[in-house]
């Protein structure tokens, strides 16, 4: 890929860490926050988020898939996860039960990984996430994604209301990295995010001063604790929607390299899917250990990537380095974790409008009739309305069904699996070569 000049290199690894850390800041902490852990706990998983994931992303990027992919918590695991949260009163669990069964589903996935990579079966493993498995994958991945960070974007205060001055302030910054992006220059639009989530972070900071994103502690609490959610368990029906979301989340290596292969017109090879899997299912089983979501390359740095259009690894390693040093150093970590939430949010969903461009672009090769459009419409609009659909109106169902009902991406993907391994569907014209 494209080498830059010194002063490119370093503002883009300093655009990399931003992403890197606005990307992953809110998962620990709403994941310690949903489980109801003590602050020191909070501020734990937040550091062992920062160290692993730095050291996640270089080593993806040097041994594993070798493109420069950000290697974060999965968000289907992380919305499984605070969904299970969430459900612990109609289970009729408690916090600790539902987290000591995450860790199992979890351990279990990763050695069940580490284990198909050595016996050869990730051919099957890509035959499973066909193509148009992986189109469905990015689509309910994008309005999944949007879901979330429009939702963050939104200040809620504790009676349930719209904090209003702090939302159109979000607005505003999400609307300001948009005209960067479509009316600035190459140079502005491909730093359009690094503007942006400064400029909102200063502007906020001088607006709502009183504001924080949460109490943070001293930073004198250990790097990691073991199994701060709960210690495995036998909790089967928590274990088996843990373990089926984490296999199915290795959907994400093939999308995300897939889509990385293309910036640059080249073919991945399979040595490149194995050593990746390879290294997630280590990942997987590391964060089951230390209270962290599970890990995947993500198929939306693709959209950062096509953003910044800066494809070259040397900004990404750097930055990845950085954000283990700033797991080390907790004084470090915890001044950018002033970052607002909503700014981050805003700036993380105009992101990711590139991620949707990527999932067009896959079933741009294909025809739909009124037969054949069943293929692709079925599991997104059936998944599309679950993630819309209140997690609790399935209350009355069997506690084992309950968290897979409630959970549209997966039930999504679940779907698309079926019908493309079930019916057989005319074959897609000729694939039309998409240059980004």
Partial sequence: MKEHSSKVTFFASLQWVFF?????????????????????EVVTILRSSLIITGIACILQALIGHKYPLLEGHSGVIWALMLNLAASAPTLGLS???????????????????ILLVVCGATPIIRKVFSPMVMNVFLMLLTFQLAFIFFKGMLKI???????????????????FVAVLKIKGNALIGNFSLLIGIIVGWIVYAFIFPTESMMATG??????????????PNLQYGIIFITFLGCMINMSNTYASITAASKLDNSSPKPKQFRNSLFLTGIYSVVASLFGLVSYAPFASSVGFL????????????????????????????????????????AVLFIAYLQLLGTAL?????????????????????VGVSLLATDPKIFSNFPSLIQPLLSNGFIVGVLLSILLETTVKWDKPKKEKVISS
């Fill in 20 to 40: 890197i850390f606005a990307n992953i800041v809110v998962v620990p902490i709403s994941i310690g926050l949903a489980f109801d852990l003590p602050t020191y």
């Fill in 95 to 113: 916090l600790i039960e539902i987290g000591g069964g995450v860790a199992t589903g979890m351990l279990l996935a990763g050695a069940v990984t």
């Fill in 157 to 175: 205060n504790d009676n349930g209301t719209l904090d209003v001055a702090i939302t159109v302030f979000s607005v505003i910054v999400a609307i």
């Fill in 218 to 231: 001293d930073g004198a609490q250990p790097a990691f604790s073991l199994f701060p959610l709960g210690k």
């Fill in 306 to 345: 096509e953003s910044t259009q800066i494809y070259d690894k040397k900004p990404f390693l750097i930055g990845g380095g950085i954000i283990t040093v700033l797991g080390i150093i907790p004084s470090l970590g915890l001044m950018l974790a002033t970052i607002p939430i909503t700014v981050g949010n």
């Fill in 361 to 381: 672009k896959g079933v741009q090769g294909y025809s739909f009739n009124s037969i054949s459009i069943h293929r692709i419409a079925i599991p997104i609009l």
